[in-house]
């Protein structure tokens, strides 16, 4: 088969990007590299069956020169606050326009398509755990609203185009994920506090830290991804994990993991931070049959093996 896969240089995409190469599929990978790895795309470069076109989704794509795809998964946008706060407009136009103009692809080369959207769409929830039908609770014009209004017009956009075009669509509400791959500078808090601990300096904790996520390791959010895309189902489905740690109990069990000691750091409370993030998985178990197997304590430990070494890299 052959995939296009958008956003696939950057850290959950350029996992399904291996893990779609290992099972022997073609992958057109389109990325404006604008948060995306050099090394991701350095080991993807070595399959003779990927193809790299470094392009911004804002701009249409050329259906002659991606040729004929049976899939399409869109990943790209920056995840992290911190990198979709940095232009807010821009975050805004990839998540409508470039949707549209991948859409348009996929209308045009009838490929199945798949939205990768986001846990923000619930905003600050006031229900837990957040299922599919609840319509969350979001601040229109705060900080984060260039991301979670983006994200949400993106799945309006979807549905229209199942619906007025009959292109066949998946939603993919990405709940947090974390592993090997990610940038050590991205913002997140599981960089932010592995490096942290690695260099044996304080840990910020915003507000209180009794605010709670769910962390799923991204190997298995590559599996739900490929499952949901194999999958029946074009209405919203929730990916992740369940097991719900507060920011203060993760910096604890990171230090634990590491047997390394953890020094807290309070800072301010950051403006429209949800209280708490927990994704029900009753629909994903019941329709994909998929759920997340890496314990959260497996996944630190591996994802701290991976910045480690990367920081021998960067100082030798």
């Not at 991205?186 to 910020?204: A, H, K, M, Y």
Request: with cysteine; proline share 5%.
């Amino acid at each position: 088969m052959r995939i296009l896969v958008a956003g696939g240089v950057g850290f959950i995409g350029a996992a399904l990007c291996e893990k779609l190469l290992g099972l022997g599929h073609a992958v057109v990978c389109v990325d404006s590299l604008q948060t995306g790895s050099a090394q991701a795309l350095d080991r993807l470069r070595a399959s003779t069956c990927f193809t790299f076109l470094h392009q911004d989704i804002v701009q249409p794509l050329d259906a002659d020169q991606v040729g004929p795809v049976e899939q399409v998964y869109n990943l790209a946008c920056p995840a992290s606050p911190r990198q979709y706060q940095q232009d807010p407009v821009k975050t805004i136009e990839t998540n409508v326009i470039g949707t549209r103009n991948l859409l348009d692809l996929a209308r045009l080369t009838r490929a199945r398509f798949l939205l990768a959207s986001t846990s923000e769409v619930y905003g600050s929830p006031e229900r837990k755990p957040q299922r599919e039908d609840y319509w969350g609770n979001v601040n229109i014009t705060g900080p984060r609203a260039c991301y979670d209004e983006g994200k949400r017009c993106a799945e309006a956009l979807v549905q229209g185009y199942h619906t007025q075009y009959r292109v066949d669509t998946r939603i993919a509400r990405i709940f947090n994920t974390y592993g090997p791959g990610m940038r050590c500078d991205d913002g997140r808090v599981v960089s932010n506090f592995v490096t942290r601990i690695l260099d044996g300096v304080p840990i910020e904790i915003y507000g209180d830290g009794n605010q709670t996520r769910c962390f799923c390791y991204v190997d298995d959010m590559v599996d739900a991804l490929i499952a949901l895309m194999a999958s029946d189902c074009a209405t919203p489905v929730n990916l992740g994990a369940d097991r719900e740690v507060s920011v203060a109990e993760l910096a604890h069990l990171i230090g634990r993991v590491l047997e390394k000691p953890v020094t807290l750091h309070r800072a301010p409370a950051l403006v429209d931070d949800p209280r708490e993030r927990q994704p029900d998985l009753e629909k994903c178990h019941r329709v994909l049959g998929w759920q997340a197997t890496t314990s959260l304590e497996a996944g630190l430990l591996k994802t701290a093996a991976f910045f480690a070494q990367s920081q021998e890299h960067s100082h030798a």
